[in-house]
């Protein structure tokens, strides 16, 4: 999973970045309104948390850039306005969920993990698959009710798959989604991961594509 | 209809207007009806004068020429009388004679005057009755005539014409005024409309008032309330973004800190533990840089002028500030350039605030821009006193924003540098304690200049 955020202030952008990546997620973090809708536009992003406050262009105007240009990434807004009118202003401007700074760590994943599972279509919020069920409220993983342990990677990596159960994931995509801009990928860090989880789940559990990428095996085959 | 405003005040337009008019046409109605009453009653006595006179000459050429059968005559004119029923014809009465005054024939109910009076009209005023008498001479001498009518008659008629006169003015005034309320109420109608206008609105509609249905005398009220509605919006509006603002820089701090917290208490790893800690310190030195510069405007706030003023000296406050600046850990890594011109620089004022304001620009100067630029620090002399200014080549303001500099928690220039948008609403208080100016401009060349211009020369008069 892979998260813009867009936070001004050094030391709320700091500790947000901290928070998501102990939580699993690759967090890009910009600075500004004009560099939130250049990487918006370059990357996808399973959400973006957007602070209002922003330098160069604000987060109304972002916000109302980005769905502008059909850009459906779930978007929850940070602000420290908690007036009845900025929370409209600001779902009408295309937001999926509203924070009031100071917010608590625990609720901002909680609303990333809603959002992510409404654009995904989702209902259910354990993600199920050939026995495997992975909770990712607490990140646990099991099989067949059995406690599976995960390092951090390995979760990332598996709620990856596991929220397209039916796609062929790309190395690229893969990639994207464990790695924030700026951190450091191995060459063979993918493989490594993918070799654990099927150390643990099953040797099956997740197919290659030979020179396109994995995917999960199906429930039909 | 009969709303009238509360006790004291100018009351009703409408009712004022109706009462003055109503007054002024209620006066012009009695004069009119005073004087038609007068000169209607005057000329109707005029008619019935020339009448006595017709019928003594016609009375006279009838006794001239008929002196043998005067006693018959007599009898039969003594019948003429006037209707009884018709006032404009009061009774005429008569007395025929002769130049020795002895009487040849009269009507019945003639007043019993002598013929021999002098021989033009007359009021004949008796216990009996009032008479208007005309005496008749004949050119010869010997014959006398002399006609009356009853005073008490003769008013009844004029009384009687003088009243169909004004008459028609009674009945025509209830239906003046009626007619003048009704122009009034509708004369009016728009300003109804206006204040219906104004009353309906909801308190957030700042919107201008439409002009056009307004009558031009009503027009300078809608453009001064139009001005204030403009006044209003814009205080509001200063009013909102200055609650949004404020409740960014207090409220983001503390999410900080919330967050950083909650990121220690989750860390396993000792050094993401470590650094969140340190980012914890720095917040909270931040909050309380903060709540310092809060405490400073609330302090400035209340004051009128500098409370304990006395003869400063601007170079050592300079030298001193600059110093700290180069000095502070970390060091400014801006050139940091001293330009004073020769001579005693001593101002009068509060040396502490001063240099507080001078640290803020230096501060402001060396947070907004980078290692490659530079900061000039400088103070000139001219005719209104100091001016100390804090110049730098960085990358200057925006022009909208410009105006914005200086208002609490506004935060001007469009780069992440931390600050609370406070430093600068110090400034702007120092200076205005000091009598100065604040004052903030994108210099020339590219860079931005912020200055205290009008710091006294001396000691001021008023001190």
């Given at each position: 999973m892979r998260i813009l955020l867009v936070e001004d202030d050094k030391l709320l952008g700091d500790g947000i970045r901290a928070g998501l990546m102990l939580a699993s997620y690759a967090v890009d973090w910009v600075r500004d309104g004009e560099m939130a809708l250049r990487a918006l536009t370059d990357h996808s992003y399973d959400a973006c948390v957007l602070?209002?406050?922003?330098?160069?262009?604000d987060g109304i105007a972002v916000l109302r850039e980005l769905r502008q240009r059909n850009n459906r990434t779930p978007v929850i807004v940070l602000t420290a306005r908690d007036t009845k009118n900025d929370k409209i202003i600001g779902l009408d401007s295309g937001a999926d969920h509203y924070l009031t700074k100071p917010f608590d760590l625990g609720e901002l994943e909680a609303h990333i993990r809603a959002v992510v599972r409404r654009a995904g279509d989702v209902v259910q919020p354990l993600l199920v698959h050939r026995g495997v069920t992975l909770d990712p409220a607490s990140k646990q993983a099991s099989i067949d009710g059995k406690p599976v342990p995960l390092s951090g990677r390995e979760y990332a990596l598996l709620l990856d798959f596991m929220s397209h159960p039916e796609h062929l994931r790309s190395r690229t995509q893969l990639e994207e989604s464990l790695y924030a801009w700026g951190e450091e990928v191995e060459s063979n860090a993918l493989e490594v991961y993918i070799h654990h989880l099927r150390k643990k789940l099953g040797a099956d559990f997740i197919q290659t594509v030979r020179g396109l990428g994995y995917r999960l095996r199906s429930d039909a085959k | 209809m009969k709303r009238r405003s509360p006790?004291?005040?100018?009351?009703?337009l409408r009712w004022r207007l109706l009462t003055a008019v109503g007054i002024a046409v209620l006066l012009l109605w009695i004069f009119t009806g005073w004087f038609s009453y007068h000169q209607s009653g005057h000329e109707a006595e005029e008619l019935m004068d020339g009448n006595l006179a017709q019928t003594g000459r016609l009375l006279m050429a009838i006794v001239e020429d008929n002196e043998a059968q005067l006693g018959p005559l007599a009898a039969r004119l003594a019948t003429?009388?006037?209707?009884?029923?018709?006032?404009?014809?009061p009774p005429l009465e008569f007395q025929i004679g002769r130049g020795d005054g002895t009487i040849l024939a009269r009507s019945?109910?003639?007043?019993?005057?002598?013929?021999?009076?002098?021989t033009d009209y007359s009021d004949i005023i008796r216990a009996t009755g009032s008479w208007r008498v005309l005496n008749v001479a004949s050119t010869d001498g010997r014959y006398r005539v002399q006609v009356s009518q009853s005073i008490a008659l003769r008013d009844i008629a004029a009384l009687e014409v003088a009243e169909r006169t004004i008459l028609p003015l009674a009945l025509i005034s209830p239906i003046l005024i009626l007619l003048i309320y009704f122009s009034i109420r509708s004369g009016l109608r728009p300003l109804d409309t206006l204040a219906g206008d104004v009353a309906t609105?909801?308190?957030?509609?700042l919107a201008p008032l439409d002009k056009?249905?307004?009558?031009t005398e009503a027009r300078p009220l809608v453009t001064a309330l139009n001005r204030l509605l403009a006044r209003l919006g814009r205080t509001l509006e200063n009013e909102r973004r200055f609650t949004a603002d404020a409740a960014h820089e207090l409220r983001t701090p503390l999410a900080a800190l919330k967050v950083q917290t909650q990121v220690a208490r989750r860390s396993r790893d000792a050094t993401l533990r470590d650094h969140a800690l340190g980012q914890i310190e720095s917040g909270v030195d931040r909050a309380t840089h903060l709540v310092e510069q809060l405490l400073r405007l609330a302090r400035l706030d209340?004051?009128?002028?500098?409370?304990?003023?006395a003869p400063i000296d601007l170079r050592a406050i300079l030298t001193e500030a600059a110093g700290q600046a180069r000095n502070?850990?970390?060091?400014?890594a801006q050139k940091i350039i001293e330009t004073y011109p020769p001579g005693d620089l001593i101002s009068h004022g509060d040396a502490d605030l001063i240099g507080i304001a001078i640290r803020n620009l230096l501060d402001n100067a060396i947070r907004y821009t980078q290692s490659e630029h530079t900061v000039w620090l400088e103070a000139s002399t001219g005719a209104d006193g100091y001016t100390l200014s804090v110049r730098d080549n960085g990358p200057g303001v925006p022009p909208a924003t410009l105006a914005r500099?200086?208002?609490?928690f506004y935060r001007g220039r469009?780069?992440?540098?931390?600050?609370?948008?406070l430093g600068l609403a110090i400034v702007t208080r120092v200076a205005e304690l000091h009598g100065a100016r604040f004052e903030v401009a994108n210099a020339p060349g590219g860079g931005f200049v912020a200055s205290m211009a009008g710091l006294p020369a001396r000691r001021p008069a008023s001190a």
């Open positions: 602070d209002l406050g922003l330098p160069k262009k | 006790a004291g005040g100018a009351g009703s003429v009388r006037g209707a009884a029923d018709n006032v404009y014809e019945a109910n003639a007043p019993d005057l002598p013929v021999l009076g002098v609105r909801s308190p957030d509609n056009k249905p307004v009558p209340p004051l009128k002028s500098v409370e304990s003023a502070a850990s970390p060091p400014a500099l200086g208002e609490r469009e780069t992440s540098a931390e600050g609370n948008g």
